[in-house]
């Protein structure tokens, strides 16, 4: 584990450095006006970018978008939150929705306003 922390900390370079510091900042910010806390959950999206899904103590919920999963990684190390491998149904369960959620889930086949 300490080889692969090592490994990923060398590919960072500069750039990475301030991206993961900048990110840090957000997901501090984030968890200090959603109660206090937050969970995060990394999830490759595609061209070598890494969505770092965040769902507050309070359950409110947001994402942010690293350029590589390394500068992802070492955001949330530097926040100092939990991450979780997967964005399981215990986590789901945490998430707060509300009316414009679920009008932008199913709003159309609910008969709700159309997601023009």
Known sequence: MADTKQAEEAV????????????????????????????????HIGRGTTRIALVGAN???????????????????LAGIELR???????AAKVRTGRYEWSRMAG??????AND
């Open 108 to 113: 159309i086949q609910l008969g709700g306003p």
């Open 85 to 91: 491998e997967e964005f399981d149904g215990e986590m």
């Open 59 to 77: 359950g409110e919920w947001g994402n942010l978008v690293a350029r590589s999963h390394a500068a992802a990684r070492k955001a949330v190390e």
């Open 12 to 43: 960072l370079d500069a750039r990475a450095q301030r991206e993961a510091a900048r990110l840090a900042k957000q997901i501090s910010a984030f968890a200090g006006s959603h109660g206090g806390g937050a969970e995060g959950q990394l999830a």
